[in-house]
């Protein structure tokens, strides 16, 4: 890799003007973007998590800021795959730039199930697959902790399409470097590193969790030289891209994930108050760069 790194990517025998992916679940499908005209930008829109049955999703409150940085706990909300691949899909076309799917399961068969579903759409350019989830079928561990498990979802993904997909990992628990290594021996094309940390809020005074599932996923500007470490330990030891994901609000921000060994660079939590923030941090990138 030459320093500073080149804001173009190649990722996935595409050409892409600019490496910010909007992260799932902070971009919806596209949809409200596209309409409010602020995909200016973007390389990529990840989609919100779609399961194979619809979810309600989680109680409120969903959403909690701290002070440094935003707690959620939204349950995978989503219509399910059939509504998605009906109702949704259709409109998602006309992005003006590549979409991926992401994909969250309860089960190891699950991901399989709704990525074959989802085969009968041409719009998506491939899928992410969010490991992060707690694996219901085996006792309720998030799937990624296990590299086993990791491995076994990736092979019934490959089995069921021919296009590629990133698998993303949980930085809590396990061994990210392990899982990563595993996903890749299951065939997947990237990995996505990663997905949010554990963080909760308690009342002091009533010694309860704001959150009603207790723990939530938190994201924060303050995650970044975590997520840097990451990336650039999965990247030193995988043959496949990296896709960053997590602490991003600056321009430089992306260029440091870049030189950290990322492909592509997410960005999620900022795009709530700023919706343009691809476009501002392609403008500060090219002003650092003069590329
Ligand atoms: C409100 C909200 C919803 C999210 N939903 C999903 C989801 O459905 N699937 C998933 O893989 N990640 C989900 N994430 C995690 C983001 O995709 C991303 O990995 C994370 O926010 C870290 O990036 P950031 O620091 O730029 O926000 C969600 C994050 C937030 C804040």
């Known amino acids: 890799m030459s320093f500073p790194p080149a804001i173009r990517r190649k990722f996935w025998g595409h050409d ?34 779609v399961t194979l049955k619809p979810r309600e999703g989680n109680l409120p409150p969903r959403l909690l800021e701290t002070p440094f940085g935003l707690l959620n706990s939204i349950g995978l909300a989503n219509p399910g795959v059939h509504h998605v691949l009906n109702c949704i899909l259709p409109a ?5 730039c590549p979409f991926l799917i992401n994909v969250a399961g309860e089960s190891v068969d699950e991901f399989a199930d709704v990525v074959n579903i989802l085969e009968d759409s041409s719009v998506h ?5 969010n490991v992060s989830c707690p694996n219901v079928a085996e006792g309720g561990t998030a799937f990624g902790v296990d590299p086993e498990v990791v491995l076994r979802v990736a092979q019934g993904v490959s089995r069921v399409t021919d296009r590629p997909f ?6 809590n628990g396990g061994d990210i470097v392990q899982s990563a290594e595993a996903a890749v021996e299951g065939g997947a094309s990237a990995v996505t590193v990663c997905n949010t940390f554990l ?8 010694g309860k969790s704001v959150i009603r599932r207790k723990v939530a996923g938190y994201t924060s500007p303050a995650l970044l030289p975590l997520v840097v470490a990451k990336v650039w330990q999965v990247s030193n030891a995988v043959s496949v891209p990296v896709i960053s994901s997590g602490g991003v609000s600056r321009g430089e921000d992306v260029l440091q994930l870049l030189a950290a060994g990322a492909q592509m660079v997410q960005v999620g939590t900022r795009l709530m108050r700023r919706p343009f923030a691809a476009s501002e941090l392609m403008d500060e990138m090219k002003k650092l760069t003069g590329e």
């Open 16 to 49: 892409f003007s600019s490496p910010v992916m909007l992260a799932s679940g902070t971009a919806g499908f596209g949809e409200e973007l596209l309409d409010l005209k602020c995909l200016s930008g973007v390389g990529a829109v990840v989609s919100k998590a």
């Open 92 to 96: 998602a076309a006309a992005l003006p």
């Open 125 to 129: 350019i491939g899928y992410e697959i």
């Open 166 to 171: 990133s698998v993303k990992l949980t930085p």
């Open 199 to 206: 963080g909760m809020h308690i009342d002091w005074k009533t």
